[in-house]
Nanobody, 122 residues
Framework: QVRLVESGGGLVQPGGSLRLSCTAS????????MGWYRQAPGKQRELVAGISSGGVYTKYADSVKDRFTISRDNTKTALYLQMNVLKPEDTAVYYC???????????????WGQGTRVTVSS
C-alpha cells in the first residue's frame, strides 16, 4: 500500500514561487509514472504535470506550461513540483498520484493523500 504525503504549500504573492514535495511510504513508487494534480474551489481535480517512471518524459497542462517543472528522485521516492510566476488562478489544493501507465495519468490509481494548499494572493 503506497501512502502519499504532500508538503510545501502556503500563501504566496502573484509572481512568486513555491516548491511542492511528495514523499511515498509503504511501497516504492519508482515503477509508477507520477503526476501533480490540483483542485480549486468548486472545480474538478485536474492533472497539471506528469512524469514517466524513469523521469525521461514530462507533460504539462497548457495553463502551467513554462511556469511549472515536475521532477522526481527515485532514490528518495520523492516527487517535486517547482512552481514559478504563480498566478491567483493557481490557487488550489495540490495532490500527487500516479499510474503504471504514463498515458493513463488522468486516472491515477494510488490512494489520495491529504494534499497541500497553495494560495496565490496579494
Amino acid at each position: 500500500q503506497v501512502r502519499l504525503v504532500e508538503s510545501g504549500g502556503g500563501l504566496v504573492q502573484p509572481g512568486g514561487s513555491l516548491r511542492l514535495s511528495c514523499t511515498a511510504s509503504g511501497s516504492i513508487i519508482s515503477g509508477y509514472s507520477m503526476g501533480w494534480y490540483r483542485q480549486a474551489p468548486g472545480k474538478q481535480r485536474e492533472l497539471v504535470a506528469g512524469i514517466s517512471s524513469g523521469g525521461v518524459y514530462t507533460k504539462y497542462a497548457d495553463s502551467v506550461k513554462d511556469r511549472f517543472t515536475i521532477s522526481r528522485d527515485n532514490t528518495k521516492t520523492a516527487l517535486y513540483l517547482q512552481m514559478n510566476v504563480l498566478k491567483p488562478e493557481d490557487t488550489a489544493v495540490y495532490y500527487c498520484n500516479g499510474h503504471y501507465d504514463y498515458y493513463k495519468l488522468d486516472s491515477p490509481i494510488i490512494s489520495w493523500g491529504q494534499g497541500t494548499r497553495v494560495t496565490v494572493s496579494s
